[in-house]
């Protein structure tokens, strides 16, 4: 596709329940990144991964949060027994290094209950 | 952790006006960007500058970069009532792929 896919585009879940969002980087991309926006905040990164590697999972906020990219393309990021506290948009966004530029697709919104 | 801090937290600007917009970060970087976001969705990429850069133009955008302040600014001249949006700039660190966000800054344009 022309951009970055992010499916589904909103998610309601209730507590405790698990979730699987997906994002389909641009083709050709090998960097792929998650980031997580709460309202009214800016984007704070959640991991990275260069082909099929995470190269940095730092920004995950617990064990609860994994993720994968098992051909270099697609990837799922996974949440377990979700909390309220977990709700927010979640970002992905593919970049074609050497270039810095990240190009973002438009979310999904997680919505816990 | 965030590290951008950026100012003023809201903007309200008329048509025709120019917009200016300032952001701090914390520690050494490789380079700085700007990001537009509508609606609380997708970033919009919109200018890039390097460390070794000062000031860069493209199209209606000037971005400065102070590397001894730790500061960059984004000026959006004659602004219009489609620049209305949240703009964010992000850090690249020396070493580092992720991009770290301020806090943002929200414009409105009126016509």
């Known amino acids: 596709g022309a951009g970055v896919s992010q499916t589904p585009s909103n998610k309601v879940t209730e507590k405790g329940k698990y979730v699987e969002l997906r994002c389909d980087p641009i083709?050709?991309?090998?960097?792929l990144y998650w980031y997580r926006q709460s309202l009214g905040q800016g984007p704070e990164f959640l991991i990275y991964f260069q082909g099929t590697g995470a190269a940095d999972d730092s920004g995950l906020p617990n064990d609860r949060f994994f993720a994968v990219r098992p051909e270099g393309s697609v990837s799922t990021l996974k949440i377990q027994r979700t909390e309220r506290g977990d709700s927010a948009v979640y970002l992905c966004?593919?970049?074609?290094?050497?270039?810095?530029?990240?190009?973002f697709g438009a979310g999904t919104r997680l919505s816990v209950l | 952790s965030q590290q951008g801090e950026e100012d003023p937290q809201a903007l309200s600007i008329q048509e025709g006006e120019n917009a200016t917009m300032n952001c701090s970060y914390k520690t050494s970087i490789n380079n700085l960007q700007w990001y537009r976001q509508n609606s609380g969705r997708g970033l919009v990429h919109l200018i890039l500058i390097r460390s070794n850069e000062r000031e860069k133009h493209s199209g209606r955008l000037r971005v400065t970069l102070d590397t001894s302040k730790k500061s960059s600014s984004l000026l959006i001249t004659a602004s219009r009532a489609a620049d209305t949006a949240s703009y964010f700039c992000?850090?690249?660190?020396?070493?580092?792929?992720?991009?770290?966000f301020g806090t943002g800054t929200r414009l409105q344009v009126f016509p």
């Open positions: 992000a850090t690249l660190s020396i070493n580092t792929d992720k991009l770290i």
């Open positions: 966004a593919s970049s074609s290094p050497p270039s810095d530029i990240q190009y």
């Open positions: 083709s050709g991309h090998t960097a």
